[in-house]
């Protein structure tokens, strides 16, 4: 249904899985539903492992990636760092410890869609907090 | 509140099958992801909590049992 046309969905805060230390993030838009992204946010602590790491969040149909968007922070070891994603036209880190990372506004995603994390230098010891998201909400 | 948790015994990974709102939440493992090539493949012991329904609209069960889960205390 065009945007202009589609009635107001149902604002919703949900909270997804918290993986295991080592393993990316990943929800999937659960079957009868709709979802326009408005804001995700999530949390990593790095190990102590010296090396670079980069967050980036991917979009995908299930298989096929259309949005590749990411952090130009480079986290380094022993760090906590706040993450949220949105329509922000703006990219950067704070002095609290928290990025801000960009991406398209009105991404609406159906059953079956995910959005994930892939993080260069991801290490078995890199620990992400559950993801939090804002999510306009309609029927499928 | 509380959000009662449960674990998922394929990744590891802790979720509310509740929302704070009520509704459910069907947690599906993250894939195991080679760095190289971006292939992804299913982890072993791989779940995936979305319902199943059969052509009469029945509920018949989740995607992929996998290794299962249990409640985290």
């Known amino acids: 249904m065009p945007e202009a046309t589609r009635p107001s969905g149902r604002i919703r805060v949900i909270v997804g899985t918290d993986p295991a230390a080592g393993a990316e993030i990943l929800e999937t838009v659960p079957a009868g539903v709709q979802w326009r992204l ?93 993801p939090i998201y804002m999510v306009e909400e309609w029927p499928a | 509140m509380k959000l009662a948790l449960r674990r998922c015994l394929g990744c590891g990974g802790v979720y509310p099958p509740v929302q704070r709102d009520g509704y459910s939440y069907y947690h599906v493992c993250p894939p195991l992801r080679d760095e190289k090539t971006g292939v992804e493949t299913l982890r072993p012991g791989h779940r995936d909590e979305n319902l199943v329904h059969d052509s009469a609209g029945k509920l018949v069960g989740i995607v992929a049992e996998g290794a299962g889960s249990e409640p985290v205390k």
């Open chain 1, 38 to 130: 408005i804001a995700i946010h999530a949390a990593l602590v790095t190990d102590a492992t010296v090396i670079n790491r980069v967050v980036a969040l991917v979009l995908d149909d299930g298989a096929n990636i259309f949005l590749f968007t990411g952090s130009s922070y480079i986290q380094v070891a022993s760090q906590f760092i706040h993450y949220t994603f949105g329509a922000f036209s703006r990219q950067g880190d704070t002095l609290v410890g928290a990025i801000l990372c960009g991406y398209p506004e009105g991404i609406v995603i159906g059953p079956g869609f995910r959005f994930s994390t892939v993080m260069v230098n991801l290490q078995a010891g890199d620990d992400w907090g559950p």
